[in-house]
C-alpha cells in the first residue's frame, strides 16, 4: 500500500518498435501488443532505414524486424540497429518461405526468429523473453531452418563440430541434441525428466561452450557432427 501522498510505482513497460513495409502487419502487430499491460509499442518503420531513425528517437527495448524490405533490408538494419549506442534486442519476424536471409540476420546479432503465423501469445512471449535476455527461436523455425540448411559437411566441419561437443558434459550433449532436433525448452524438460528452469541453465552452458548466440547455432553444431 502506498503512503499518503504518493503513488504506487508504475510497472515498466517493455518498448517495442515495429519495422515492417505491409501496413497491414503493422497494424496487425500494433493492435495485438497494445492490449498488453506491459508492452508499449512506441513507434513503426516501413523499412530498414527508417528503423536506424526509430531506434535514434525512440529506445525500444526490443523491435520485430521484418526481412524483405525496400531501401535497407532488414538484414543490413539489424547489423545497424545493433551498432547503436542504446541497441535492441532483434526479433526476426518473417514469412521464412521467401526469405533467404535468416540465417544471416541471426548470425548479425538477432536475439530471436519467429515466423510470421506464429500464434500471438507466442509473440507476446517472445518478447518477453528476449527484453529479459533470453534468445528465442520458434521450434519450428528450427526444424525448418535445419531442413532448408542442412547439406554434408566437410571433414573439417564435422571434424571441429565433434571437437566442440567433447566440452559438454552429458547432460549437456543430451540438451544439445534435443535442441538440434528442434525441441522447445518444456519439450526437452519432458524428454529428460528435467524442470524448465533446469534446461534454461544447460541450453546458456551451451550458448558459452560453443560459442553460439542462438539455438540455431547449436542446432547446426550437433548437425555438423553427425549426431542428428
Known amino acids: 500500500m502506498s503512503s499518503p501522498g504518493t503513488s504506487p510505482e508504475r510497472p515498466v513497460k517493455i518498448k517495442v518498435g515495429i519495422v515492417d513495409d505491409d501496413p497491414l502487419v503493422r497494424s496487425a502487430l500494433g493492435l495485438m ?3 498488453q499491460a506491459d508492452i508499449e509499442v512506441v513507434g513503426e518503420a516501413t523499412d530498414g532505414q527508417e528503423a536506424l531513425a526509430l531506434v535514434r528517437t525512440f529506445a525500444p527495448d526490443v523491435v520485430l524486424m521484418d526481412i524483405r524490405m525496400p531501401r535497407i533490408n532488414g538484414l543490413e538494419a539489424t547489423r545497424r540497429v545493433l551498432t547503436e549506442s542504446r541497441s535492441p534486442r532483434v526479433i ?5 518461405g521467401a526469405d533467404e536471409y535468416v540465417v544471416d540476420a541471426l548470425a548479425a546479432g538477432a536475439d530471436g526468429f519467429l515466423l510470421k503465423d ?10 518477453r523473453a528476449v527484453a529479459s535476455g533470453e534468445p528465442i527461436l520458434s521450434p519450428k523455425a528450427t526444424r525448418t531452418l535445419i531442413t532448408r540448411l542442412r547439406a554434408e559437411p566437410t571433414g573439417e566441419r564435422a571434424a571441429a ?3 566442440r561437443l567433447e ?3 552429458e547432460r549437456e550433449h543430451e540438451v544439445a541434441l534435443a535442441v538440434g532436433r528442434g525441441l ?12 524448465i528452469p533446469t534446461v534454461k541453465a544447460h541450453v546458456s552452458r551451451l550458448f558459452d561452450k560453443l560459442g553460439a548466440t542462438n539455438r540455431v547455432q547449436i542446432a547446426i ?3 555438423d557432427a553427425g549426431l542428428v
Not at 526476426?92 to 521464412?96: C, E, G, Q, Y
Not at 506464429?118 to 518478447?127: D, F, H, K, N, R
Not at 522447445?184 to 524442470?195: F, M, P, V
Open 92 to 96: 526476426v519476424l518473417t514469412t521464412f
Open 167 to 169: 566440452a559438454l558434459t
Open 184 to 195: 522447445s525448452n518444456a519439450e526437452i524438460a519432458k524428454e529428460l525428466y528435467l524442470s
Open 221 to 223: 553444431t550437433v548437425h
Open 118 to 127: 506464429t500464434p500471438p501469445p507466442e509473440i507476446v512471449a517472445a518478447i
Open 161 to 163: 563440430a565433434s571437437r
Open 33 to 35: 501488443l497494445g492490449g
